[in-house]
């Protein structure tokens, strides 16, 4: 993607959806980091499905601990992983509440010491829960990375620096859901739907797709 393209690309996702937020569902920060911990290699909609439950009996990290393995498996079963993220997400409760007073931390390297949160994980939390302009690269907006030129890369890594050095600081913040959702409905994996996508004339991706 040319550098002159990149404002004019993000502008057009802002004006199609001026206040994106996650599609994971939440009240507090500590039921965001329970979430973004629960849905890796998971659709959002599984993950919902089972915090409204989850979420009614155990809201603090404190809540989750008194709630058990067992009890806390029970109502995350049907999420992919379940048994480990169990394990990692009490191990997290703990850390929280003898290292942090229960309060979920705002800075990287806290966040990244908790059991099952990785950079990824992190980088939702303070983008997020406490704004911090941050690019979580999952699936969607490494392919996207790629495949717009936005910010080719190897890696997620690479994919992400990239990105914070390219997007301009208006945009920043807000770019990370405005690629997920356009990564998850319209710019697929398997069929981009190019032909009704409003950004693909500052796209670099040229066997452009047509309507069916």
Not at 67 to 92: D, M
Not at 108 to 136: D, H, Q, W
Not at 151 to 176: F, N, Q, S
Request: net charge positive; glycine share 6%.
């Amino acid at each position: 993607m040319k550098k002159e393209n990149i404002a004019p690309f993000f502008a057009t996702l802002k004006a199609a959806n001026p206040q994106p937020v996650t599609e994971l569902e939440y009240t507090s920060v500590f039921e965001l980091l329970t979430a973004v911990l629960l849905s890796a290699q998971a659709t959002d909609v599984s993950v919902n499905k089972a915090t409204r439950r989850l979420f009614t009996v155990a809201d603090t990290p404190q809540a989750m601990l008194d709630l058990g393995l067992q009890k806390l498996e029970a109502h995350i079963k049907t999420i992919g992983l379940f048994h480990s993220k169990a394990r990692h997400l009490l191990q997290t409760c703990q850390m929280l509440v003898d290292q942090h007073g229960g309060v979920v931390p705002r800075s990287r390297e806290a966040l990244e010491a908790l059991p099952g949160v990785g950079r990824k994980t992190a980088n939702v939390v303070l983008n997020s829960a406490f704004g911090e302009a941050t690019m979580a690269v999952d699936t969607h907006i490494f392919r996207m990375g790629n495949r717009t030129g936005l910010a080719p890369g190897k890696t997620p890594l690479e994919v992400e620096l990239k990105m914070l050095k390219r997007i301009p600081a208006e945009y920043l913040v807000d770019a990370h859901h405005w690629l997920i959702l356009h990564g998850r409905y319209v710019c697929m994996a398997r069929s981009p739907r190019c032909w009704e996508c409003a950004v693909s004339r500052y796209c670099g991706f040229k066997p452009k797709t047509e309507a069916p």
